[in-house]
Nanobody, 126 residues
């Protein structure tokens, strides 16, 4: 079992920054592919950033490239999502997810992830 706890969400003005954290327990982080998803109101949940087990492969959705950065700290068993230049359309509930299956590629779809956090709300005011 893997437990994921997100933190760092909140209300921010457009152009501002937030850093989300996802603390993992139950399994060491270096055995997990990790992803950050988001679900805006009334829309589907989509991957915004993913990072492979060893950090060697990173994926970003086109909508966040150049603004968001995903990173992992194995010593703290924590994954981060640094979000800069936030826009109103970034408003969503953000979820951390973990994939425990073998493989080298970052999973792109929610169905490939085995464990999910409870989500943290990010609201960007324009």
């Amino acid at each position: 079992q893997v437990q994921l706890v997100e933190s760092g969400g909140g209300l921010v003005q457009a152009g501002g920054s937030l850093r989300l954290s996802c603390a993992a327990s139950g399994r060491i982080l270096r055995t997990l592919h990790m992803g950050w998803f988001r679900q805006p109101p009334g829309k589907e949940r989509d991957l915004v950033a993913g990072i492979s087990r060893n950090g060697g492969t990173i994926y970003y959705a086109d909508s966040v490239k150049g603004r968001f950065t995903i990173s992992r700290d194995h010593a703290k068993n924590t994954v981060y999502l640094q979000m800069n230049s936030l826009k109103a359309e970034d408003t969503a509930v953000y979820y951390c997810a973990a994939d425990t299956l073998p493989g080298v590629q970052v999973p792109k779809t929610g169905g490939e992830y085995d464990y999910w956090g409870q989500g943290t709300q990010v609201t960007v005011s324009s």
